[in-house]
Every structure is written in structure tokens, then in C-alpha cells.
DNA sequence: GTCCGATCTGGACAGCGTTTAGATAGATCA
DNA sequence: TGATCTATCTAAACGCTGTCCAGATCGGAC
């Protein structure tokens, strides 16, 4: 009887996520999709990351996703759009938790980048995606995004940039470094030295703050000193 | 007649497509196979770059290559190996044309960022491969490599680094700041930018130009000066 | 001149992304 | 209630992929 009830509202709003018997004509897959992809990501690798085995993984045939998906770089979007989503917190969990608004920029790259490190192959999917389409999803862009936060940040941490421009130009450098810090960091050769500085967060921070004898700009501020 | 011997040699010799006759066995397969897969990069881009499409190239049935390259990554690698040696050779130009030992550093990121642009489809096999095997090819590290030259440049500026350890990690950090903008820099999102600064390598050196402004150490140098 | 070992082919295998035709079943309207 | 509509899913097929195998071919050493 309960059985009977429960199933009838399962039957009525057709979805029951989780675990729970499998419901309806297949539950909402779109859904179910993503979170298998998610879960063969980080069990099996980036590779092993084909459209019929996420769909082997739901349950489903290897037809199915295109009732959801247009073809499979839609769902790797999808799932990458939920890395984007993830990363923006932790950039934003990172940034409130700062000593000072004037180490909170160090503290979103090191965040940055130790998103990239425990997550990967979702790392993977996610910039492989942006480079396919040269884009960054909508909302990574945003204010609340994880980009956005930077420019706030940098602000708040009290430089003057002297135009939009200059400050756009900042927060585009603060990108790309954090992004070739994150894609280099596990490289092996580089191993040693995390030892000899006593760990790896160690080793990103001294990188971090050895970016700037790079530039022009340091080269003028200490030109000028 | 003339049919007949042309027909007779191209069986004993068995293909003969492109050009000058192909000596041996099928020629040195190696090279060609190399030469195949770059061609293929540049016509059609990466994903078209399959083992079966580069024996297509070079003439031969699929399983050839396996007599010269365990699989298909070990191609790929070779492929990336001719990569790593050309953009050696196009950052010890930049290096050999820099006005001054001051601006070589920035000239030899430019020149790196310009390689990545210019051959998309080649620079992203070569990080691809770096990244699985989590390591750069030998010649890429040497001091004849592209990036050896980076910490002999910086040298040449007159940087004065504190220890072996931190002209290592400048090193990396001027590394890492050039993958990430090599790869970011043909996202469409920044493409007004570029414009309104007046070019792509106008848009590069001014990304480099800000880096700086990030690290703690520029920080430090801004508070000290 | 015969044999050896390197090189290449043709055919096969499983797995991939994608498309098509047809089955199933919730929702809608009579 | 029952018939119909539409979204969803399956089964089967296509051509592609990387890889392995048995056998053909042929340059070079004996």
C-alpha cells in the first residue's frame, strides 16, 4: 500500500533521483548523465571518458544522451559547466577567508590551482572544452564566477589601475598564469623541488611570487627602487 | 611498353606517391610518417590526426607504423619532438634579435606565445604529450632547449638572483606564464581587446607587461619603492 | 644462392560517435 | 474511460578508430 502510494507519486512527478529503484520511463537523464560522467572522470581518467560509457554507466543505451545532448561534446559542456560552477566556490571560499584583502589574489591562485590539482581530469575536460569553442562558459566570466572575483579582488587589495583597461589586462594575466601554474604543477621534473621546499602548495607559492620579475612592469618598479 | 616498365618499377618499388622515388624497402618510414603527421596537423588539425590518416598520408596500410613506433603515441611524441626543437630554434632567434639583454626575456616570451599561435594544432600534440607523460622532452629542458635559454637570458638582464633555487623558479614561473597566455590568448573573448590595443602581439605584450603586478615580490618591491 | 631478419600488407577484433527505425509509456483530450 | 500524441528509450547498423596477427616481400649476410 505504501509501496503502492509511493510509487504512484514517484509515477506522478516522475523522478525519484538518487538511488531509490529507477522510476519512470528512465528518470531525468540529463542529470543522471552528468553525474556519470563526473563519476567515470574521476574513477577512470579523461580517456575513458566516451559517450557509451557514460551512458553504460546510467543504464542506458548508447543512443540515449542524444535525446539530451546534441552530440557528445554537449554533455562534456555539461559536465565541465559543473567544474566551472565548483571552481567559482572555491575561488569565493578562498577569498573569504584571506588574512587581508592584500594576500586574498595570492590566495585565489593558490586556490586556483589546487582546484585544478584535486580535480584533474574535470580540469582537463574543462579547458579542453573552453579551447574547443575559445570560450569561457557564461557564468565563470561573471562577477560570481571565478574570473570575475579576481578583478574585486584586485581592487580591493588596493591597486590603482589607471584605466578599465589596466585593470582588465591584470585580471586576464592573473588567468593565464594561474592556468599554466595549474596545467604544469604535476609535472614530474618538478618534483624535486617541491620536496626541497617542502610540499607542493609551497612550491605554487614560490612560483606565484617569482611571476612578477618576468614583466616589464617589475623590471620598472625595480629600476625605479 | 612505357606503361609496363613504369608499372613493373612502381610494383617493385610499390607506391612512389609524392615525388623524388623512394628508395628502399618503402623509404624511411619513420620520417616520413613524422613529416605525414605535421602535414596532416596543419591541413586538418588535431583531431584528424589518427594513426590510420597518417599511414593514408604516407601511403602505407595501417598497421606499418607499428614497425617504428610502438603506438600511436610514441608517433605523436616524435611529431611533438620536432615541435620542441623548432620552437628551441624560434626562441634563440628571438633571443639573438632582442635590441638588449633587458628586453630579451619578454622578447623570448613573445616569440614562445607567437609559436603556440602560429602552429595551434602542433603546440597543443606537444602539451598534450607533455602533459601524459607528465614531463617535457629531454632537449626542451637543455640549456640549448627553449626554456635552458630562459634562465640565461635572465641572467644576461642582470637579475641578480638570491640563490641556484631561485633562478630556477623564475624560470618556471616565466614557463608558466607563457603556456597559459599561449594558450588563452585565441579565445574570442578577448578579441575586442585586441583590437583596441592595436593587434594580437600588441594585446601579448601588454598581458606580459601586467603580470607582474600580481606576485608578492612585485607587491613587495611596490611597497618598498 | 640460400637463408635471415626487417619491413610491409590484408584481414580481423573490439570500441568509438552517430543515425535510423521502431518500441514504450506519460500526458492530453474525447 | 479510452484513443491519440509526443517524449523517451532500444536495437541495429554505418564508418571510423587503435591494435594485433598470419603471411607476403625483399635487402643484406653467409
Not at 27 to 35: E, H, M, T, W
Not at 97 to 113: K, L, N
Amino acid at each position: 500500500m505504501a509501496d503502492d502510494a509511493t510509487t504512484a507519486q514517484r509515477t506522478a512527478k516522475r523522478i525519484a533521483p538518487a538511488e531509490a529503484p529507477k522510476p519512470y520511463h528512465h528518470g531525468d537523464l540529463s542529470r543522471a548523465l552528468v553525474a556519470a560522467g563526473r563519476r567515470i572522470l574521476e574513477t577512470e581518467g579523461p580517456d575513458a571518458l566516451s559517450l557509451r560509457a557514460v551512458a553504460r554507466e546510467a543504464g542506458v543505451s548508447p543512443a540515449a544522451p542524444y535525446h539530451h545532448f546534441k552530440d557528445k561534446g554537449e554533455l562534456l559542456d555539461a559536465v565541465a559547466g559543473e567544474g566551472w560552477r565548483e571552481l567559482g566556490d572555491a575561488i569565493a571560499q578562498a577569498r573569504a577567508e584571506a588574512a587581508s584583502p592584500a594576500v586574498a589574489v595570492t590566495e585565489i591562485g593558490v586556490a586556483y590551482i589546487r582546484f585544478a590539482r584535486e580535480n584533474p581530469a574535470l580540469y582537463r575536460i574543462m579547458y579542453r572544452m573552453a579551447c574547443d569553442r575559445k570560450t569561457m562558459p557564461e557564468h565563470a566570466r561573471k562577477a560570481e564566477g571565478g574570473v570575475g572575483q579576481v578583478a574585486e579582488a584586485i581592487l580591493a587589495a588596493g591597486a590603482q589601475p589607471t584605466s578599465e583597461l589596466d585593470l582588465h589586462l591584470i585580471q586576464i594575466a592573473a588567468w593565464c598564469t594561474a592556468h599554466g601554474i595549474a596545467e604544469m604543477v604535476a609535472f614530474k621534473e618538478f618534483e624535486e623541488l617541491k620536496e626541497q621546499l617542502g610540499g607542493e602548495e609551497a612550491f605554487v607559492r614560490a612560483v606565484l611570487a617569482h611571476v612578477g620579475i618576468l614583466s616589464g612592469t617589475a623590471r620598472a618598479m625595480l629600476q625605479a627602487s
